[in-house]
């Protein structure tokens, strides 16, 4: 027996900002999705699977329009045709209450009830599946208890939209753990809602695939379904990537970097263990630049330096295709700081003002208050939809305050050496 496990599909999700990016390939970004899902189907064709599970978040809202839940059902009737059925259990995204618009799905599809826990036989393959799906968007309670005892004799699936007892960057929905899992006795857990692959238990083996593609550039390498195999209770299984676009973030080193043209050959050495084996696809590629280096003082003087020298790099990688999403500075001017302090010119006033600001908390909890909340609050909603700083407390604008700092010094330092 084979079988294909995906979860969080989300389905034409919303990929707000894009158009700020001057260049980016909307189109591309915006048919991942999709592309994805027909890539899961082709691999679901080609293997001659038994069946898939989808565990949820098939959608990412309610629709739009049609065209997004004709889009799944052209897929499923792809599967329908190879007598491929697809069980699927409904999360907080596409949760009964959430989806307003229906459309009748082919025969080989089932999706499991929102009342109570549902199990469907497989007897040709001895095999249970179990499954609940979401009434609500937001379900607080823990749906394990209510699913079905196993059924002896088969391999048991249960399937589950769940945070489990928590994972950073998702709500808590349907909270359960490892333990009221593996009470149930079931072989398989098909869990879904983090974003992340997970394998949680290998007895009895309970995974979160993970999407089938990154949405932006928080949801990092490679994204894709489990293949599993079941020979005599024996499971084995394996990663299968789907993305089209890989989102990935990359961390540049410049310590001692002085030369622009060396710059280039940095940055193309930090993205080769991304390439690997995937350059097949479009890598979208957060970058970020640390480290003390006279290279600062060169982007103080011409802002957009070493953003333009990092996308001209990418075009130079002759064996993928590459997409700068964003360039972050995290760097410094090669300077004693105490001893810079201790000048009597514009360098020593900054420094010794700065730590001036830093060292007063509640000076700082005032400025955030009183001043920059009301400012950021007034900024015109495109703005405010970027990378904007939230200044939630007074440690956000010491961040600030220094990247300011790190910012004029590099200027002024600039200027001596001129």
């Not at 992340?196 to 979160?208: G, K, L, Q, Y």
């Not at 310590?255 to 097949?280: C, H």
Request: include cysteine; glycine fraction near 8%.
């Amino acid at each position: 027996m084979r079988f294909i496990h995906a979860a969080d599909l989300h389905i034409d999700s919303p990929l707000r900002g894009l158009d700020r990016y001057d260049g980016a390939p909307i189109e591309r970004l915006r048919t991942a999705t999709r592309s994805a899902l027909e890539r899961m189907v082709d691999k679901a064709l080609a293997e001659h699977v038994d069946f898939v599970l989808l565990a949820g978040d098939i959608y990412d809202r309610d629709w739009q329009d049609f065209h997004t839940g004709l889009f799944f059902r052209e897929q499923m009737v792809r599967l329908n045709r190879a007598d491929i059925r697809v069980f699927i259990v409904q999360g907080n995204h596409d949760a009964q209450g959430v989806i307003s618009r229906q459309l009748t799905l082919p025969p080989n599809v089932t999706v499991f009830s929102s009342r109570t826990a549902q199990t469907v036989h497989l007897d040709e393959l001895s095999v249970a599946i179990h499954g609940r799906s979401f009434r609500e968007r937001a379900e607080d309670e823990d749906l394990v208890p209510t699913f079905p005892e196993l059924v002896p004799g088969c391999f048991n699936i249960g399937m589950l939209h769940t945070s489990l007892s928590g994972r950073p960057g998702h709500d808590t929905y349907a909270p359960t753990d490892v333990s009221t899992l593996t009470a149930k006795g079931y072989d398989y857990w098909a869990l879904g809602h983090v974003h992340a692959r997970e394998v949680v238990s290998e007895t009895p083996r309970i995974v979160f695939p993970g999407n089938l593609q990154g949405r932006h550039a928080n949801e990092t390498g490679p994204k894709g379904c489990e293949l599993v195999s079941v020979e005599a209770g024996r499971v084995e299984a394996e990663f299968i990537p789907l993305d089209v676009v890989r989102w990935s973030q990359v961390v540049v080193a410049l310590e001692g970097i002085d030369r622009l043209e060396a710059l280039g050959e940095v940055f193309r050495s930090a993205l080769e263990p991304m390439l690997l084996g995937a350059s097949d696809m479009l890598h979208a590629v957060r970058v970020t630049l640390t480290g003390s280096t006279h290279l600062h003082g060169i982007e103080a003087n011409q802002p957009g330096t070493l953003d333009a020298a990092i996308r001209a790099a990418a075009q130079d990688v002759s064996d993928a295709e590459i997409w700068i999403e964003q360039v972050q500075l995290d760097l410094t001017t090669p300077l004693d700081r105490t001893q810079a302090a201790q000048r009597q010119d514009a360098v020593g006033e900054l420094i010794r003002l700065v730590d001036s600001i830093g060292s007063d908390e509640l000076a700082l909890k005032t400025l955030v208050q009183e001043e920059l909340g009301g400012l950021l609050s007034a900024l015109p909603q495109e703005v405010a939809a970027g990378d904007v700083p939230q200044m939630s407390d007074a440690a956000d604008l010491l961040i600030l305050l220094r990247d300011a700092e790190a910012t004029v010094l590099a200027r002024l330092a600039a200027g001596e050496g001129a």
